[in-house]
Nanobody, 124 residues
Framework: QGRLVESGGGSVQAGGSLRLSCAAD????????MGWFRQDPGKEREGVAT???????RYADSVKGRFTISKDNAENSLYLQMNSLKPEDTAMYYC??????????????????WGQGTQVTVSS
């Protein structure tokens, strides 16, 4: 198994955009499904979006139409394009992976591998 390393977080005003990246190393056997999660202090880690090797995506209702998850053809990088950001999107964002197909639900318990996180702060 390899590592997941996030980058691209920062501070932005409401209505702005950010693009998060996640670099993954090693083969793809341990990351058949990859996703983004986020967590605010004192709150549960919530799923944002997932993508499988075929490119099928799934999103949390709170980000549909605003966020787009994607990966490069070599499957070494995962991205999260975040548009129309809102203050409630403020959180630490984590890249995650699992060695099997993407589950229907976006629960942290279903993912085994995690990056260290990158902070996103949206001011009003």
């Amino acid at each position: 198994q390899g590592r997941l390393v996030e980058s691209g977080g920062g501070s932005v005003q409401a209505g702005g955009s950010l693009r998060l990246s996640c670099a993954a190393d090693g083969n793809t056997s341990w990351r058949q499904c990859m996703g983004w999660f986020r967590q605010d202090p004192g709150k549960e880690r919530e799923g944002v979006a997932t993508i499988d090797r075929a490119g099928t995506t799934r999103y949390a209702d709170s980000v549909k139409g605003r966020f787009t998850i994607s990966k490069d053809n070599a499957e070494n990088s995962l991205y999260l394009q975040m548009n129309s950001l809102k203050p409630e999107d403020t959180a630490m964002y984590y890249c995650a992976a699992r060695p099997s197909v993407c589950p229907f639900r976006l629960f942290r318990e279903d993912f085994a591998y995690w990056g260290q996180g990158t902070q996103v702060t949206v001011s009003s």
